[in-house]
């Protein structure tokens, strides 16, 4: 009954190592002359597959809340999401510096969800284990790169990268701490894991290894944008698809995209507004900061609705690692 393909899938995730490796070795041929390509492939990646694998957010949450197409569940969904959206936007207005906080947080579990859910730990472990590779994920490029990510961040939430303590001082150390946390915590996991984790315990050391090599050697927006929109986006489209199936409504990756255009749609023509009215069409930082802060403000009710989605599944397959 399920569709096996996930992220995982030895062609699949062969296809996402060899990508992320051709950009590890032009990153490490001249990372920073990677520059003036940044803005266009971290768009590519987001146009691609990472707004899409949101834009369904509201045909999963009917399924997970058993919303009808009547007026009132729409209201209910729409409502919610939107409501959730224009919070964390106006957040954005009062208090920058602790969105941006908050969204780093955020994406940390978000990130780390997606990656390690499959390893099915206890409910507390698992969300250390999480957090842990949330925070390998997003320490590596702004303590490799924290020239680059200092104006974004700065752009994003008036914060001074540069002034964190140890970012210029210690970068190496940094980047060895994280590495070794996240390395310790698959350990201690692994001792709270099922026993066919095993094999999985090398996958996860060979992708901390190439994550490593990438956002260490490659610029930060390119190194994200292949992660975001070859890991984490395209895993999560094909996560979408076997949940369908499992609701006994298989989806094809065509119809995944034609149920997806809309709202993939919408958010760059509010993005082209947001961009207007700050008018800053050819100022690259703020172009990127808008575009991160647009992601953020989505991220919210996207991420209630993946939690959901995940605690669901944990109900119906309490062991099965696959
Ligand atoms: C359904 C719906 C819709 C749609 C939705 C969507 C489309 C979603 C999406 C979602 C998404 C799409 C999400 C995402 C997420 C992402 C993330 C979470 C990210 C993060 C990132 C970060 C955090 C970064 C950082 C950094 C920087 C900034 C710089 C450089 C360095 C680094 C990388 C560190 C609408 C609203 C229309 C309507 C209603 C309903
Ligand atoms: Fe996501």
Redesign the pocket.
């Known amino acids: 009954m399920h569709n096996p393909v996930t992220l995982r899938s030895p062609r699949i995730y062969g296809s996402v190592l060899a990508l992320t490796l051709l950009a590890v070795a032009v990153g490490a041929w001249g990372s920073v002359s990677l520059g003036p390509w940044a803005l266009g492939v971290l768009f590519v990646a987001v146009v691609l597959t990472?707004?899409p694998?949101?834009?369904i957010?509201?045909l999963v949450a009917a399924r997970l809340w058993g919303l009808d197409p009547t007026w009132a569940d729409q209201a209910k969904f729409?409502g919610g999401?939107?409501v959730l959206?224009a919070l964390y936007g106006a957040l954005w207005i009062v208090a920058p510096a602790w969105s941006l906080g908050l969204?780093?947080v955020m994406?940390m579990y978000?990130f780390g969800q997606a990656d390690l859910a499959y390893w099915r730990l206890p409910p507390l472990s698992a969300r250390l284990l999480y957090l842990s590779r949330g925070l390998f994920l997003?320490g590596l490029?702004?303590v490799a790169f924290p020239e680059v990510?200092a104006p974004?961040f700065e752009a994003?939430g008036g914060v001074q990268l540069l002034e964190w303590p140890g970012v210029t001082t210690a970068p190496g150390a940094l980047f060895a701490g994280l590495v070794a946390q996240h390395l310790g915590a698959l350990g201690i996991g692994r001792l709270g894991a099922d026993p066919s984790v095993d094999w999985a315990l090398g996958r996860e050391a060979t992708n901390v290894a190439v994550l490593a090599a990438l956002f260490g050697l490659v610029h930060?927006?390119v190194a994200?944008a292949v992660f975001?929109g070859g890991w984490h986006a395209l895993g999560h489209i094909l996560e979408l698809l076997r949940f369908f199936r499992r609701q006994g409504d298989a989806m094809s990756m065509a119809q995944f995209y034609r149920e997806a255009f809309l709202?993939?749609a919408?958010?760059f023509v509010g993005l082209a507004g947001l961009y207007a009215a700050t008018q800053s069409f050819g100022l690259e930082d703020q172009m990127v900061a808008l575009l991160?802060i647009l992601?953020a403000i989505?991220?919210l009710p996207?991420m209630v609705i993946v939690e959901k989605m995940y605690r669901e599944r944990e109900k119906g397959a309490p062991q099965a690692v696959s």
């Open positions: 990472g707004m694998h949101g834009a957010d509201h729409y999401y939107l959206m969204f780093l994406t978000h997003l490029p702004i990510v974004i994003m930060p927006l994200f975001f709202f993939t919408i958010p991160f992601i989505m991220t996207h």
